[in-house]
């Protein structure tokens, strides 16, 4: 009868047995192994992780190499980032000042740069980083995913090591899309939406939660590990569609008398979303006691037609050089007439799809040059106006109106 080589036991004691080359090991003494491997490393795998502090005006001039425009928003998410360091720095114990933890919320218009801010902070830190849609989540017991498994993506950005997952970072996109469908409480389940709002308050607050590794429902026999939130810092992104009239609403209200007229004239009509407040998000569909847990609030301004020029040309990553990019990979040098930038960022206001419909525009100028190239024999192509003008005459446009 087989046995196992390093604590004798029999097949028959044991779950199972690994087999070698020329021995056996039982389960138990592998997980005992783990333990001593585990234990012998602990020094190690905590110096993989240190962190390195930036100070807020170093985070903000990193992210101004890559997002245009949104100061406000890029020095609120800086300040935050810092205080999450500090704070996770700060040995609690010996001190009987607690700094609590200061998450975010952002709120503005699609296409305006809440997930490419989220992400370029994700090339700056030196923590575990991971971002969610909110939109995949149920309430408990619903087909769909746990709030749970928020912590499950987190684990795995930091390879299951439990101690840096607990100050990691997570950017909960889509956040306005779980509001409830008016401002008082449902009477009713509302699977998706304030059941969502309602888990969410216990990994934003901070606490012990257990966590399937692998995700969710679906293998219920696996073992949960326990992860405490109260040093991950939850950063939240949505567009909040139709806010702008909540803001409108109560702007009039406050405004009553003879010095209405004084009053509104200081308000930038344009641009309703400067004037948010945690009311507003209430008024729109989330529970007060989500708000409460998102401190920090700030807004990202639509894009004018100077911002979204710069987009397609400034940025480390920006539209125009990664199509400049690829050409080059096939030893084919790429220009874009002066003429042809204006007219891409023309058509974007037209379609009001923001920094995205940029994208959109020049996929659809650059398709057939992407198709034919890499097997002709030409070497460089200048992209002209009128060039422009007649792939967009041909594409089926009604697609980006529609959206």
Excluded: W
Aim: glycine content about 6%; some cysteine.
């Amino acid at each position: 009868m087989n046995r196992c080589s390093f604590c004798g036991r029999s097949q028959k004691e044991v779950n199972f047995l690994i087999s070698g080359i020329s021995g056996h090991i039982c389960d138990s003494c592998v997980e005992q192994a783990k333990e001593i491997i585990e234990q012998e490393f602990k020094g190690k795998i905590s110096n993989d992780h240190k962190l390195k502090i930036y100070k807020p005006k170093q985070i903000k001039e990193f992210l101004d190499q890559y997002v245009i425009g949104q100061d406000d928003a890029k020095k609120y998410l800086s300040v935050a980032v810092y205080n999450h360091f500090k704070r996770i720095l700060t040995p609690s114990a010996s001190d009987p000042v607690e700094i609590e933890k200061s998450n975010i919320i952002m709120v503005g218009p699609t296409g305006t740069g809440k997930t490419l801010l989220a992400r370029t902070i994700a090339k700056l830190l030196n923590v575990p980083f991971t971002i969610v849609d909110a939109t995949v989540f149920t309430e408990a017991g619903y087909v769909g995913e746990d709030v749970e498994s928020i912590l499950s993506r987190l684990l795995q950005a930091a390879d299951y090591n439990v101690k840096a997952a607990e100050r990691g970072i997570v950017f909960i996109d889509e956040i306005d899309k779980i509001a409830r469908k008016g401002d008082n409480p449902s009477i009713t389940r509302d699977v998706g939406g304030e059941g969502v709002q309602q888990g969410l308050l216990k990994l934003l607050e901070g606490s012990i939660v257990n966590v399937p590794p692998q995700g969710g429902r679906k293998h219920p026999e696996q073992r949960y590990i326990s992860v405490d939130t109260k040093n991950i810092l939850f950063i939240c992104g949505g567009a909040f569609d139709g806010i702008e009239r909540k803001i409108a609403q109560r702007l009039n209200t406050t405004v009553v008398g003879f010095n209405s007229a004084k009053e509104t004239a200081v308000i930038d009509r344009s641009n309703l979303i400067q004037y948010i407040t945690p009311q507003d998000l209430k008024t729109f569909g989330l529970i007060p006691e989500l708000i409460g847990r998102l401190p920090v609030l700030t807004y990202l301004n639509p894009l004018d037609r100077d911002s979204l020029r710069r987009i397609l040309t400034e940025p480390k990553n920006s539209l125009i050089k990664q199509y400049v990019k690829l050409f080059e990979l096939d030893g084919i040098s790429l220009e874009f007439e002066e003429a042809v930038l204006d007219f891409i960022v023309d058509k974007a206001i037209e379609f009001k799809l923001g920094a995205r419909g940029l994208r959109s525009i020049c996929e659809i100028i650059m398709i057939d040059a992407m198709f034919e190239l890499p097997t002709s024999k030409k070497k460089s192509l200048t992209i002209t106006l009128e060039y422009a003008q007649e792939k967009m005459r041909k594409a089926d446009v009604s697609r980006l109106k529609a959206a």
